[in-house]
């Protein structure tokens, strides 16, 4: 009994020494915005992956698992029926057939792109939501002046149709970032599919910024202040807070980059400058919604506004973002067509003239035979 205590001991000991063996990461193809991903076929030189030579490639229906061979710069390189291929990280996802021990060699970011949540704002049913509540809310704030029955309920539904619009905008653009506007992107729908989906998302980004309008009439209903002017609500503060937020960041990080301010403080110092910046011009507008609605309305009202600004400069900038680059296009081909036809009529105008020989009669011909046979003739007449 006492050798055989021994012996376990000693295969535990070695079994615990033994390295452990290298498991494979498996992944699993798991494009955002469409059924298929393309890999490009790799070969492995001195220098490290590159193309092959022809260049080659396979379209890899969505769900296709790989064992992952090696990373290249952040791509995954993996080896399908004996030949290597390369597919950039955005487009798979880190298997759940992976054992728990296994590392997932991808960045944070890749791994919240291909989540539910990512997954969800990569169909269409959030952004269908959105244009529902943007439309009910413009609605209700039209049918709300023309009726003061329905005046309370448009106080009530329209600015949370309008946040839970902004919100959904506001999540889209945080799990999808510029993607988030991938209905209107060219690369997958072409130059006219795009154009035709900018339309709408032109028509609802100005309801949604018109809508807004719509509250401020229901809320004073037509009051006007002691100076006589019209009330509003306070945005402009609110907005300049989100819009200035970025800008100070940038401002201040580069400050302090040129005057060699460094390290924990600086980096601190840093967020909290333009976050302080924000805070108080919120603040103003803060004062001002009170000052007109009260203490409990005027803070909910600059809540609301926070949260409506937020999702309609999303908007707006995606919105731009998208005309621009259809509006590129535009300037692309008209330039190509405008080259093409420049480059024709300056052919046509180098292209040689044919050689015109006259006889002596004053007839045309196209070569020098023929004008001297009809001088041939012309001679002849003459002598008879």
Same mark, same amino acid.
């Given at each position: 009994?006492?050798?055989?205590?021994?012996?376990?001991?000693?295969?535990?000991?070695?079994? @615990?020494?033994?390295?452990?063996?290298?498991?494979?990461?498996?992944?699993? #193809? %798991?494009?955002?915005?469409? %059924?298929?991903?393309?890999?490009?076929?790799? $070969?492995?030189?001195?220098?490290?992956?590159?193309?092959?030579?022809?260049?080659?490639?396979?379209?890899?229906?969505?769900?296709?698992?790989?064992?992952?061979?090696?990373?290249?710069?952040?791509?995954?390189?993996?080896?399908?029926?004996?030949?290597?291929?390369?597919?950039?990280?955005?487009?798979? *996802?880190?298997?759940?057939?992976?054992?728990?021990?296994?590392?997932?060699?991808?960045?944070?970011?890749? $791994?919240?792109?291909?989540?539910?949540?990512?997954?969800?704002? !990569?169909?269409?049913?959030?952004?269908?939501?959105?244009?529902?509540?943007?439309?009910?809310?413009?609605?209700?704030?039209?049918?709300?002046?023309?009726?003061?029955?329905?005046?309370?309920?448009?106080?009530?539904?329209?600015?949370?149709?309008?946040?839970?619009?902004?919100?959904?905008?506001?999540? !889209?653009?945080?799990?999808?970032?510029?993607?988030?506007?991938?209905?209107?992107?060219?690369?997958?729908?072409?130059?006219?599919?795009?154009?035709?989906?900018?339309?709408?998302?032109?028509?609802?980004?100005?309801?949604?910024?018109?809508?807004?309008?719509?509250?401020?009439?229901?809320?004073?209903?037509?009051?006007?202040?002691?100076?006589?002017?019209?009330?509003?609500?306070?945005?402009?503060?609110? @907005?300049?807070?989100?819009?200035?937020?970025?800008?100070?960041?940038?401002?201040?990080?580069?400050?302090?980059?040129? @005057?060699?301010?460094?390290?924990?403080?600086? %980096?601190?110092?840093?967020?909290?400058?333009?976050?302080?910046?924000?805070?108080?011009?919120?603040?103003?507008?803060?004062?001002?919604? #009170? @000052?007109?609605?009260?203490?409990?309305?005027? /803070?909910?009202?600059?809540?609301?506004?926070?949260?409506? *600004?937020?999702?309609?400069?999303?908007? !707006?900038?995606?919105?731009?973002?998208?005309?621009?680059?259809?509006?590129?296009?535009?300037?692309?081909?008209? $330039?190509?067509?405008?080259?093409? /036809?420049? !480059?024709?009529?300056?052919?046509?105008?180098?292209?040689?003239?044919?050689? /015109?020989?006259?006889?002596?009669?004053?007839?045309?011909?196209?070569?020098?035979?023929?004008?001297?046979?009809?001088?041939?003739?012309?001679?002849?007449?003459?002598? %008879?």
């Amino acid at each position: 009994m006492k050798h055989l205590n021994t012996l376990l001991l000693l295969a535990a000991l070695l079994l @615990a020494l033994m390295p452990e063996r290298a498991t494979a990461q498996r992944f699993e #193809i %798991d494009p955002l915005f469409t %059924d298929s991903v393309k890999v490009v076929r790799v $070969v492995r030189a001195e220098s490290g992956w590159t193309e092959y030579q022809p260049y080659s490639f396979a379209t890899l229906p969505d769900g296709y698992t790989f064992d992952l061979v090696e990373m290249d710069e952040g791509r995954l390189v993996f080896d399908m029926d004996g030949v290597h291929y390369r597919v950039m990280p955005g487009s798979v *996802l880190f298997s759940s057939d992976n054992a728990p021990d296994v590392a997932n060699p991808l960045p944070k970011k890749i $791994v919240r792109r291909h989540s539910p949540l990512a997954h969800l704002f !990569a169909s269409s049913a959030p952004y269908l939501a959105i244009v529902l509540l943007v439309v009910a809310g413009t609605l209700l704030g039209l049918l709300g002046q023309r009726s003061r029955a329905l005046r309370s309920v448009a106080l009530k539904a329209l600015p949370l149709c309008l946040a839970a619009a902004s919100l959904l905008e506001v999540a !889209a653009f945080i799990v999808l970032g510029s993607d988030m506007a991938w209905w209107c992107d060219d690369e997958l729908w072409g130059f006219w599919g795009a154009l035709w989906r900018a339309i709408p998302f032109v028509v609802v980004v100005l309801m949604q910024y018109y809508s807004i309008r719509l509250y401020a009439r229901l809320l004073f209903d037509g009051r006007r202040t002691e100076e006589g002017d019209e009330p509003r609500i306070s945005l402009r503060p609110v @907005a300049w807070a989100i819009g200035l937020l970025l800008p100070v960041l940038v401002v201040v990080m580069l400050l302090f980059q040129l @005057a060699g301010f460094t390290g924990f403080v600086a %980096d601190l110092l840093s967020l909290l400058i333009p976050v302080a910046v924000s805070a108080l011009l919120i603040g103003r507008g803060a004062r001002k919604n #009170i @000052a007109t609605f009260g203490r409990s309305n005027g /803070i909910l009202i600059t809540l609301f506004s926070i949260v409506y *600004l937020l999702g309609l400069i999303i908007s !707006a900038v995606m919105l731009a973002v998208v005309i621009f680059k259809i509006i590129l296009q535009i300037i692309i081909m008209a $330039v190509l067509v405008g080259l093409c /036809i420049f !480059a024709v009529n300056v052919g046509a105008k180098e292209s040689p003239q044919p050689q /015109i020989y006259r006889a002596k009669d004053g007839s045309q011909h196209s070569t020098l035979y023929g004008a001297r046979e009809q001088d041939r003739k012309i001679d002849a007449r003459r002598k %008879d």
